[in-house]
């Protein structure tokens, strides 16, 4: 009885992932190929296979062979595919039948109109324009986390959608210790004896060597493109379609070597994760990613930790020496290896280097947690953004477009996002800082251009895991602590320190 | 009550036209972009989307909505287009309704095993590994026939798969007169006293500028990139995404000016006809071309009528001289204008031209009917195609590979196909015609690089037409007259006596 309905609730499964995966490739052609004509009627696909996916995963029959198999010995070993399966197809499935119609209708809606007008509100300063639909969306939120509810704080159950079983608490203990480090250490390196010279990676840079030496390093660290493809984009993504195809996109800035290669590197990692995850346990929580926290955490191990790394370019450098010869053939590797390490007190996010880049989220987490919490009210954002960005970062933004209307996330409703970004970084740092350990030459292999023994490191570890852990217990079982932010704090501080200069 | 079931009905078709526009984009991504190993998993999606169209079109809920629209006032103007609408959705809903769902599987299933059997007995020019797949898909097929029903033969069954309401009868009235015509027309240019140099469009051509001229010329005959790409692939397909979105692929030989150009006109043909459609009517029949017949009379239109035509010439000959200088540079406007309208018998169909096309078609016509009428074993297909190859075109193929074996038509079950394509040509040549006749100064127009008043023409009498006629009747509209060899055959004369200097 438990095994049939373990088949069937795989079955309507892998219909929901067949669903799933066809809108993926709705929407990455959408962003890739589509003509600009075709934008309606692909809104219209999009919508009902979204309507569809939602019909299928929420029906009643979905909610009555959960209820057969946590009655049954499937879920006896809590550890197992079957049980891992239903724990988590009960957590969404709980989530998405808890909120009402109604809600979910308002908050899309709420999505759409308050993107359009915060792309204008950005463009033009004028935060009074957001202003309502900010509140408004605020209160949305808060609907949709009462009718899911939660333990502690509201924000709980918001988080909870992109970091499951994270919450405000979970994630300040680790944010607030590594806050008070990383501002005086920004503090160091903004007062640092020695600079970059950062003009020698803002040179001329050809399009088509760049897509040339991007792929070629994509290759390198395991990309496959038998299994995917690299394309261009206005905002860069990674996109799963399915087993045995996910694909990654960049754009080329011909004044800059590092915009496209880096991001490369990055939607690689994140391709890296989703290639790897079991094919064996496709549409079900077993052949998923843990989160969006862990899904960062591969994305900005293998830009950061290996791209921006010296034992990296020194297998590297010669080759874009060769590659982009009028513009690097007369720079040396260590000014390339300090360019290519610039760390700037910055006003925007997406722009931000790996050092600075965790203050913008800790920031964000924060104010949040006031908007939850109530301490913070919405029209208090700009002013108590430009506190706390002073405070952390030393420098005071000159407007709220380089502020608190920067970021899309709020306008499309996405709180408790933002943490996932910070979490990923310190993840990352966690994991690598025992990979290290578990491969003691790793350098070595980086530096004679060997990536697989790290990429199977992570397979083994964590992509081959799919959901059987969330992301604290992952951590755990993978490095054998709890995260801390100390691993993310002591690579930044010996990668930078000597580079600045800074003790 | 009636209104209420043609609501009904157009939101039912509407989700089909959803599923199926979605199932047209994973196909097209399948054969431009997607990375190899995502094939195992794009089946599964094809497949999930096959079924689900098939569930939503022949539920029991469409025949009752037919059955009501059909009983109602909505049927009594027989050329508004909820009645067409209504007249084409029973012709095909009982089609799929008819035949038994084991029947349907039993041909997909052959339709797969024949088609990778046929690729090996094509290249072992091994027509009797073949056989036994080729005599059960005709079998599978006579009982697809049967199913359906009749009133004439059970080919017609067959045949109204894709040019719906032609029947072998109908095809055989236009077809013989023509063969009579043509096989005398082909004879006569064979010992023709002019021949072409052929050599003078198989220099070198970079793919590069034969991209940038082939969109060029795409865009000039209306293509619009605003609803549309071009991409290369294998085997050049046109394939209609939704309202506002129509792709065309092309492949490139670097040593033929002619192939990747015409192909792309050709497909561009059938673009401008899918845009054409009346999108207010998207996803019903009133939204859908006629026939398979009336799909490529477009694309032959521009792909011959206009693109091998003297008065496209003269307006791109200069550019193509300038964009090809090193191949074209010392080339005659009438060497070339002859060269890309070189007519030679030839054993393979897809390399024919303009003239010998048609009785690659004609004789695959007979053999169809012969093999349904009982009169031509499956045995005997080698013997008889060679028979008939050697009387109508002068020359007989050295191998079956050459002969019976070169097209996958009949391995994949495409029995009845085969004649739109000639039916194309010659609606082509009578929709042409009337044009002319319509716009006078249309040649001069070609020549000043003008081709918008022929697209303005088709779109008025053909595209905005949606399924109102059959293509038999459309033809009687657009042109007064029924369908008749004489336009394609005086066309043919018209243009190739002169080039070869016969009479």
Known sequence: MSKQAMTELKQIMNEVSLIGSTAALLGWDERVNMPRNGSAHRANQLAYMAGLLHEKFTANRVGELLKMAEDSP????????DAVNVRELRRVYDKRTKVPNQLVQAIAHAETTGQSVWVKARRDNDFKSFFPHLEKMIELKRQYAEAIGYKDVAYDALIDDYEPGATAKSITVVFSEFRKELVDFVAKIRNAPKKPDVSIVEREFSI??????????????GFPFSEGRLDITAHPFCSGIGPGDCRITTRYNPKHLGQALFGTMHEAGHALYELGLPREHFGT???EAVSLGIHESQSRMWENMVGRSKPFWKFFFPLAQQTFYDALGDVKFEDFYFAINDVQASFIRVEADEVTYNLHILLRFEIEQGIFDGSIKPKDLPAVWNEKFTKYFGITPKSDSQGCLQDIHWAAGLFGYFPTYALGNLYAAQFFAKAKKDIPDLDEQFAAGKYSALLDWLRKNIHSQGQRYHAEDLVKVVTGKKLDHKPLMGYLEKKFKPLYGVK
């Open 208 to 221: 088509d060597r760049q897509r040339i030496f991007g792929e070629t390093v994509a290759a390198a660290i």
């Open 285 to 287: 929580p077993m052949g």
């Open 74 to 81: 499937v879920s006896k070993d809590p550890l197992a595919p």
